[in-house]
């Protein structure tokens, strides 16, 4: 099935330009809509492979309408960049926590929106039977339960792993401690946010140089860089 990407976007000028650079980037079945009710019944009707989306249109808005996306069945799968101002940081994270899978910040460069656009399509970071992750030098097995850098051994807390597997297996997804919390430990987990950037600085110091691959998204979360396989 060709790839389809939705773009919802109700300054037209904005919608043109990352239009004719998917194009150019050869995506070439790209749907567009000027609002949030009209975007959000595009994605119901053609289930596309990725929406883009901005977060502040009339009608509906953009967080409400990732909210609908990540409610139904049919299109809960489907991954979902938003589209914000600078500033609206708050925004940004309770978009992540509704399910949004990355968010790029205007005015942003035609070279980074297309690198998320390929990040979030692309499936080879997804684990295969065997329970493998590889990003680089990194390769975990979740059903052994071990971690190994460039070919050697990495002793690691169970919190540790659970953040490293989380962020590994999604490279350029941007996760929120919330979220972080919430896929390693559980729902209603009682840790505060300090607890998830010890942990972090702690996951950095096992891995050393490697470490810096573990980005901090300011204000935001935690992401991995992305890999190559």
């Known amino acids: 099935m060709a790839t389809k990407i939705l773009i919802v976007e109700d300054d037209e000028a904005i919608r043109d330009v990352i239009r004719f650079t998917l194009e150019n980037n050869g995506y070439k079945n790209v749907l567009t809509a000027g609002d949030g009710e009209a975007g959000l019944a595009l994605a119901r009707r053609e289930l596309p492979s990725l929406v883009l989306l901005d ?12 909210r ?10 489907i991954p979902v960049i938003m589209l914000t101002a600078k500033g609206e940081e708050s925004d940004i994270v309770l978009g992540l926590e509704m399910g949004a899978n990355d968010y790029v910040t205007k005015p942003f460069s035609n070279k980074v929106l297309v690198a998320r656009v390929r990040a979030q399509l692309r499936q080879g970071f997804e684990m295969d039977h065997s329970g493998e992750i590889r990003c680089d030098a990194l390769v975990m097995n979740t059903l052994e339960h071990t971690a190994k850098l460039d070919g050697k051994p990495i002793e690691l807390t169970f919190t540790e792993y659970g953040i490293l597997q989380l ?3 999604r490279p350029g997804r941007v996760f929120t401690r919330d979220q972080i919390v919430s896929k390693v430990k559980g729902d209603d987990y009682p840790v505060t946010d300090r607890a998830i950037d010890v942990q972090i600085v702690g996951l950095r110091r096992k891995l050393g140089a490697w470490g810096a691959n573990i980005e901090t998204v300011r204000g935001v979360g935690y992401r991995m860089k992305h890999c190559e396989l």
């Open 68 to 77: 609908e996306l990540k409610r139904d069945e049919a299109t809960r799968g």
């Open 55 to 66: 977060l502040m249109m009339p009608k509906l808005d953009g967080l409400s309408v990732c």
């Open 167 to 169: 962020l590994a297996k």
